[in-house]
Nanobody
Framework: QVQLVESGGGLVQAGGSLRLSCAASGRTFSTYAVGWFRQAPGKEREFVATISWNFIRTYYADSVKGRFTISRDNAKNTVYLQMNTMKPEDTAVYYC????????????????WGQGTQVTVSS
């Protein structure tokens, strides 16, 4: 079992930045891919970014490419999502998840999820 806890969410103005953290406990997730997803009110959960266990591969949703950066520190069992040039449409609850051996963009491929952290971008 892996327990994931997200932190770093909050309220930011459009154009601003936030950094989310996802800390894992229990079984280490250093050999698994980790993804970030988000869910806005009334919408389905959607893929944001994912990173392979060895940092080599990262993938981003088109909507965040060039603005968001995913990274990980396996020694600290933590994954980060740096969000820059934020837009009101980035407003959502952000979740980190792990489970697959290789990074994927599909919600169904991830077995373990955090409780989420709220991000609100004001215009």
């Amino acid at each position: 079992q892996v327990q994931l806890v997200e932190s770093g969410g909050g309220l930011v103005q459009a154009g601003g930045s936030l950094r989310l953290s996802c800390a894992a406990s229990g079984r280490t997730f250093s050999t698994y891919a980790v993804g970030w997803f988000r869910q806005a009110p009334g919408k389905e959960r959607e893929f944001v970014a994912t990173i392979s266990w060895n940092f080599i591969r990262t993938y981003y949703a088109d909507s965040v490419k060039g603005r968001f950066t995913i990274s990980r520190d396996n020694a600290k069992n933590t994954v980060y999502l740096q969000m820059n040039t934020m837009k009101p449409e980035d407003t959502a609850v952000y979740y980190c998840a792990t489970g697959p051996r290789v990074p994927t963009t599909k919600v169904r491929d991830y077995d373990y999820w955090g409780q989420g952290t709220q991000v609100t971008v004001s215009s």
